[in-house]
């Protein structure tokens, strides 16, 4: 039972425009939100974050935005650049503990 | 600055053999874990501990074992290797005090 989905397993976008990926989850017991880039054959580096008391986390070009009521968060890259070309896999955790992850979206950014 | 390191990086196994992968870390984090990924799939929770001497099962343990003996130090046990433990396996420690976890680059094991 997936508690941590994410239904877009590609994305593409032409660099300089704006990246938005998209995460949804079940466990209304969550109370931090991560996300998570992975390039090929390297373990997952952390990207941002957001604690469920928030609605929106910003560091640079990257943008967390967390819907509570509607158990969804998204992230967004302005302006997306080739290099952000990788996999980003959305967290959840629960009770300070145990992390669950999403399925990944492979976002590709076109020069 | 090393952070999670874990070895073999590569492995392929026969069925039923068995094996260990290792991970160590040094930024003295309390909190390890061990997940697998599979193609298509999100990371799996296979075990983790909270500190030395303590472990616990996460939502895939069958067919794996870990031990606990000292801070730095989290293996990983393969008894009787199967196909189905095909997979990238990546551990990782967190700073209990902090919500982020940092993961090692992964180990791909293969069994035929």
């Known amino acids: 039972d997936q508690q941590v989905k994410q239904n877009s397993p590609s994305l593409s976008v032409q660099e300089g425009r704006i990246s938005i990926l998209n995460c949804d989850y079940t466990?209304?017991?969550?109370?931090?939100f991560l996300w998570y880039k992975k390039y090929p054959a390297e373990g997952p580096t952390f990207l941002i974050s957001i604690s469920s008391i928030k609605d929106k986390n910003e560091d640079g070009r990257f943008t967390v935005f967390l819907n509570k009521s509607a158990k969804h968060l998204s992230l967004h890259i302005v302006p997306s650049q080739p290099g952000d070309s990788a996999v980003y896999f959305c967290?959840?955790?629960?009770?300070?503990?145990?992390?669950?992850f999403g399925t990944g979206t492979s976002l590709t950014v076109i020069p | 600055n090393a952070g999670v390191t874990q070895t073999p990086k590569f492995r392929i196994l026969k069925i039923g053999q068995s094996m260990t992968l290792q991970c160590t870390q040094d930024m003295n984090h309390n909190y390890m874990y061990w997940y697998r990924q599979d193609p298509g799939m999100g990371l799996k929770l296979i075990y983790y501990?909270?500190?030395?001497?303590?472990?616990d099962k996460g939502e895939v343990p069958n067919g794996y074992n870990v031990s606990r003996s000292t801070t730095e130090d989290f293996p990983l046990r393969l008894e009787l290797a199967a196909p189905s433990q095909t997979s990238v396996y990546f551990c990782?420690?967190?700073?209990?005090?902090?919500?982020?976890?940092?993961f090692g680059e992964g180990s791909w094991l293969t069994v035929v």
């Open positions: 501990s909270v500190g030395a001497g303590i472990t």
């Open positions: 466990n209304s017991m969550f109370d931090y």
């Open positions: 990782a420690s967190r700073n209990p005090s902090r919500n982020t976890i940092y």
């Open positions: 967290a959840a955790l629960e009770a300070g503990n145990q992390f669950y």
